[in-house]
């Protein structure tokens, strides 16, 4: 098979395999300190210390979705630390030693930390093991199968000698790795699948934990920025007369796309920055709007796209038959993160150094050296946790602008923060697309079913190599791989790029746009079928059992059929992503006015074997706000080459109390772990969707929810 014929998600799967993975057993010292002659590093993820100590090496970056808990529980548990001991470190910036192995590059997303690193982390762990059995063994002269290790020591049991790990970092360190050590049988884990406290949340909870906003250095500037409001506008003229008037602000740079203002502190930079009179020419893209770009896209929809699935005979199977269609529309969106984008640089002629959160370390680093000119080695990027990243730490524009800013200034450290209107308004926004849906009924299941997605290509951009034959994988996931039985299936995808506005990743990637269409679709054919939505998808689930479980599960857990209020109603959605199998319901009401309030919210997840039973119900309940928050109020909306919305007055997000009860049940799998962190964004817009077609009869097509049509009863 090839890469375009492949959804993303078997796309990344593959490509694993392809990838080089020495970061796993390269021979050298773990993290970014420099060694001390006897301490035990046997991989670049572990390096235990002569008094025990145990390190572990972050290669995936901590967002809040929980990963530095679950990557510390897998090294340990086949490691068999004293996990009480263990302190973790972020990585440094390398694709040589800590590469994704999905991406072939150093970055967090997708949902696959722990899937991509599942079997590679264990065997580093295991491997350590062996070497200080080994050492053991060797220094008791005793067989190492006779040998064990436990809460950092190794024992042998039949003269009860323990030595502690500390004890043995000296002597393992002279041995050679050995091959094919053994994984713990999955029934012998003590702390994988079990309640574990999160490492990071005691720091955070006392407000300890360092995020890349937080970086203090001494003698450090703050400066802030303004980029042309227009698509691509230039600097015209700036009167800056006013603005250095201001108590603290020390400089004020212009450039042709941006200004920034440096100040002693942060608010002398921003009221430098307000003080400014910036004339700003709007260059060609004044007059792109919203309007504008959805008759584009609408009429992009029409033409045919590249094949990336399909099976059966969808033109011959929909001959004759009663057709029913349908196109649902998705907005652009913001990330929108609680901590703005920023980044600290220290530049000086040989050397620069940066301070922030980012999604790519390696990525800034390499960006960083083409524009000053510097070799990647002479570049450090120290990451911090980041205050969410949803996608939009991927992109590495904060470094780059940071280090312009820098690169004015005579040596000193500065920190560029961005406000939040400059974030909202100068994002990489999800793309806008529209999926258009044909398909048959036969004997109350669908028949065939004919999927045209129409949007830009985020892949074509961030990994070119991805995108093949005109088929971007992240677009067309859980799209070309339907998990319904549908014996007649094509799907096409139609890439349409908007004029000047810059797309990116976002919470969910391409499942977020592709569940809402199929899934809202699905109620409709329900409807369509006189059966119940349960039922109708319950039926097709042949060849998805686990998700077929997923679904039996919610619908018990929720209620699914007792009575409602009236213009009360439950909405169902279903659907494989990241390698987890997800069936949520939402229960919600609407009011005569279009209001709609959320009454509860129930989910069940087959994500493989939970690392972290905790963190995965955790996740699914910040996802499921998370899209919940984009159905109902989510829109990038643009006029003359502007974006409108500015800050949460108008880009807004779900206050606390309109959040509903949310259980989550996790189902006991022995698969191996799936993705969890992206999922619930991608199960929340459907099922309430569905729960306002139910509730009222409106069968919505665009997002966000539109109350004028639930009052006129209106599509």
Request: hydrophobic share 45%.
């Amino acid at each position: 098979m090839i890469a375009s014929r492949l959804s993303r998600r078997q796309l990344l799967k593959g490509s694993a395999a392809a990838c080089v993975l020495l970061a796993f057993h390269w021979p050298e010292r773990a993290g970014a300190k420099a060694s001390k002659g006897s301490e035990f590093a046997p991989n670049a993820f572990i390096r235990i210390e002569p008094d025990g100590g145990t390190v572990l090496v972050m290669p995936q970056v901590e967002m809040g979705q929980g990963v530095y808990t679950s990557i510390a529980l897998i090294l340990a548990e086949e490691l068999d630390a004293d996990y009480a001991r263990v302190v973790l470190e972020h990585a440094p910036a390398s694709d040589k030693l800590y590469a994704n192995p999905v991406f072939g590059l150093q970055a967090t997303g997708n949902s696959n930390s722990i899937r991509a690193f599942w079997t590679p982390l264990r065997q580093a762990g295991a491997t350590a093991r062996a070497l200080l059995v080994a050492a053991a063994a060797r220094q008791w002269r005793v067989d190492p199968q006779t040998c064990s290790a436990a809460r950092g020591e190794v024992v042998h049991a039949s003269s009860g000698r323990k030595l502690a790990f500390g004890a043995l970092a000296s002597a393992a360190r002279q041995l050679p790795p050995p091959a094919n050590v053994p994984l713990k049988d999955p029934r012998n884990f003590v702390l994988i699948g079990r309640a574990q406290r999160r490492y990071d949340t005691p720091d955070k909870v006392v407000g300890k934990t360092t995020y890349g906003i937080d970086v203090m250095l001494p003698g450090l500037r703050f400066a802030t920025i303004a980029a042309s409001p227009v698509f691509g506008g230039k600097v015209k003229s700036v009167d800056d007369r006013a603005a250095r008037a201001v108590p603290g602000v020390h400089k004020v740079i212009v450039a042709d796309d941006l200004v920034a203002v440096v100040g002693d502190h942060m608010w002398a930079a921003k009221k430098g920055l307000d003080a400014l009179t910036i004339s700003w020419d709007p260059g060609p893209n004044a007059a792109v709007d919203s309007r504008a770009i959805w008759d584009d896209l609408r009429a992009a929809s029409t033409k045919a796209g590249a094949v990336a699935h399909s099976e059966g005979d969808v033109a011959k199977a929909m001959q004759g038959a009663e057709l029913h269609e349908a196109a649902y529309e998705m907005p652009f969106l913001a990330h929108a993160t609680m901590e703005p984008m920023n980044c600290t640089v220290q530049l000086r002629k040989d050397s620069c150094e940066l301070w922030l959160g980012t999604q790519v370390m390696s990525r800034v680093q390499g960006t960083v050296a083409k524009l000053t000119g510097l070799p990647p080695e002479k570049v450090t990027v120290h990451n911090h946790y980041l205050g969410g990243g949803f996608g939009r730490r991927l992109e590495p524009d904060m470094a780059l602008k940071a280090v312009r800013v820098a690169q004015q200034l005579d040596g000193e450290p500065v920190k560029v923060v961005w406000t939040r209107e400059e974030d909202i308004q100068h994002d990489y926004y999800r793309p806008a697309y529209r999926d258009t849906i044909a398909a048959t009924l036969k004997n109350g299941r669908i028949d065939a079913w004919n999927y045209k997605i129409t949007g830009s290509s985020v892949m074509a951009r961030w990994l070119p190599p991805a995108f093949q034959k005109g088929i971007d994988p992240d677009a067309v996931d859980s799209a070309a791989d339907n998990p319904y039985d549908i014996p007649h299936q094509h799907v096409e995808y139609v890439r349409a790029e908007p004029p000047a506005v810059p797309t990116g990743f976002w919470r969910g990637v391409g499942p977020n746009n592709n569940v809402f269409a199929r899934e809202s679709f699905i109620d409709e054919l329900a409807r369509a079928a006189g059966k119940d939505p349960v039922a109708f998808r319950r039926d097709m689930l042949g060849k998805t059992p686990r998700l077929r479980a997923a679904l039996e599960l919610v619908a018990e857990k929720s209620g699914w059929g007792q009575p409602l209020p009236a213009r009360t109603g439950r909405g169902v959605a279903a659907q494989t992503a990241f390698a987890s199998y997800i069936a949520t319901v939402v229960e919600a009401e609407v009011t005569e006015l279009g209001e709609v309030r959320l009454r509860r919210v129930t989910c069940a997840v087959d994500t493989g074997l939970a690392v972290s039973p905790d963190t995965v119900r955790a996740q699914l309940q910040g996802g499921l706000i998370f899209g919940l928050t984009a159905a109902l109020y989510g829109e990038i909306t643009i006029e003359g080459g502007r974006v409108k919305q500015s800050n949460f007055n108008d880009y807004r997000m779900l206050r606390i109390d309109q959040v509903p009860a949310i259980e989550v049940f996790v189902i006991d799998s022995s698969e191996p772990p799936g993705g969890i962190g992206e999922t619930g964004a991608t199960a929340a817009p459907p099922a309430l969707r569905n729960a306002i077609y139910a509730a009222t009869g409106v069968a919505l097509r665009r997002l966000p929810v539109d109350r004028q049509a639930l009052v006129r009863g209106a599509t």
